[in-house]
């Protein structure tokens, strides 16, 4: 078995002080020296490949503080995969914990295709496992020599990642923390516990144990039933890779904003909200989407209480709306979906033409819409503009369960 570990950067791969990701040639150099041996002998028959040269175009290093990561650096490592798609049977990815819930997320759009019913057309069939560290994995000695960083969680996430790519689940998932977690439903919820992700409306998929595989001969789950719209299809990972560099081309200026309700005051000059005056500029200035932040179960402010179809806020959710933007409504709130009909402080919202995000995090509906409007005007896809809403309000691969 292959495994490619592509290296993007993160506190996994860092060193210094302040902690900066070492250029990821060299970290992949000092994993093989340190690691190699005990890689080997935990995995028998099991070859993994470091790959260290993805050409981030902010990275001069090759590697990236996934605080720095774009939709663009998605689109890149998503093109890595499909691209040695015949060469390996998964992928672990090391990937800074600030974004690492938007890059799983993403890789599981961009990596599977759906049409205008919803239907999947090409799927993904290997194991893509996401994970990093609140702790680096090595740490240099006085000679300048790299070591295992004893009291870091990076090895124990880096081996439970491994273990997944060689028995987990077909698809993009996340291993962090002693669980194994669908990569369109994790949430960061730490900066310094070691369970640093959760699920928050969806089970943990396993619990990881390497040690119970050790002298096992690795299997993956059974794709024949996914024939014919496999990635392992010739034709099938042709038409993909055409649709990454379309996505690709297109993503940066198909700009998909994230606007979360806070307790706002007026402008004394206009006397209109803040939260309105940024919607309206998000939309002057050409954004395709908008992803709004409520309070609760679907509660969003509207400028007026007593009236809410006639607030500032609520007016320039209405403009949006109609000038072609599509707007979707999640929950700030860790666990539960929405239920923006139950208060008159939500069911304005609906009543515009807003689409609930059901229960999918905030960072899951940035990422499938900002994939879905990238793709928009790609000649292999059988819709347009107006089926974007259609799959925004669809659960296309379990990112949601609790769609109203």
């Not at 340190?34 to 028998?44: H, I, K, Q, S």
């Not at 077909?170 to 992700?197: C, H, N, P, Q, Y």
């Not at 304005?348 to 409007?373: F, I």
Request: charged share 15%; with cysteine.
């Amino acid at each position: 078995m292959r495994i490619a570990v592509i290296v993007t950067g993160g506190t996994i791969s860092s060193a210094g002080a302040p902690l900066t990701p070492l250029p990821a040639p060299e970290f992949a150099a000092a994993c093989q020296a340190v690691l190699g041996p005990t890689l080997a002998a935990r995995l028998p028959g099991t070859t993994i490949d470091y790959v260290a040269d993805l050409a981030f175009p902010h990275a001069p290093a090759g590697a990236l503080d996934s605080t720095n990561l774009t939709p663009e650096d998605w689109c890149i490592v998503a093109e890595r995969i499909v691209q040695g798609y015949r060469s390996y049977d998964a992928w672990v990815i090391l990937h800074g914990t600030d974004t690492l819930q938007y890059t799983s997320a993403a890789l599981a759009f961009l990596l599977n295709r759906f049409d205008a019913t919803g239907r999947p057309v090409a799927v993904l069939d290997k194991p893509v496992v996401v994970t990093g560290s609140q702790l680096p994995l090595l740490t240099q000695t006085a000679d300048d020599e790299f070591v295992l960083r004893e009291d870091s969680d990076a090895m124990p996430n880096l081996l439970a990642a491994l273990d997944a790519a060689t028995h987990g689940n077909l698809g993009v998932t996340v291993a962090f923390g002693g669980s194994l977690m669908d990569g369109t439903r994790v949430v960061k919820t730490s900066t310094v516990d070691f369970e640093g992700f959760m699920s928050p409306n969806a089970p943990a998929l396993k619990t990881p144990v390497l040690e119970a595989h050790v002298d096992a001969t690795p299997v993956l789950a059974d794709p024949d039933h996914l024939e014919g719209i496999g990635l392992r299809s010739g034709a099938v990972l042709k038409t993909m890779r055409a649709r990454l560099h379309h996505i690709r081309t297109t993503i940066t200026h198909r700009l998909v904003l994230t606007v979360a309700a806070f307790p706002t005051v007026g402008s004394p000059r206009t006397m209109d909200s803040f939260l309105a005056s940024t919607i309206k500029l998000a939309v002057s200035e050409g954004a395709h989407g908008l992803i709004l932040e409520s309070y609760g179960n679907g509660n969003f402010p509207s400028g007026r209480p007593s009236d809410p179809l006639k607030g500032s806020i609520a007016q320039a959710v209405a403009h949006a709306v109609d000038s072609g933007v599509v707007c979707v409504n999640v929950s700030q709130v860790l666990r539960g979906g929405l239920a923006g009909s139950t208060y008159l402080a939500g069911s304005w919202m609906a009543d515009l033409g807003v689409l609930s995000g059901g229960d999918m995090t905030p960072s899951a509906a940035l990422a499938k819409l900002t994939v879905l409007c990238a793709e928009v005007g790609w000649e292999g896809t059988d819709w347009g503009d107006c089926t974007v809403s259609t799959l925004m309000g669809m659960s296309l691969i379990g990112e949601t369960t609790a769609l109203a």
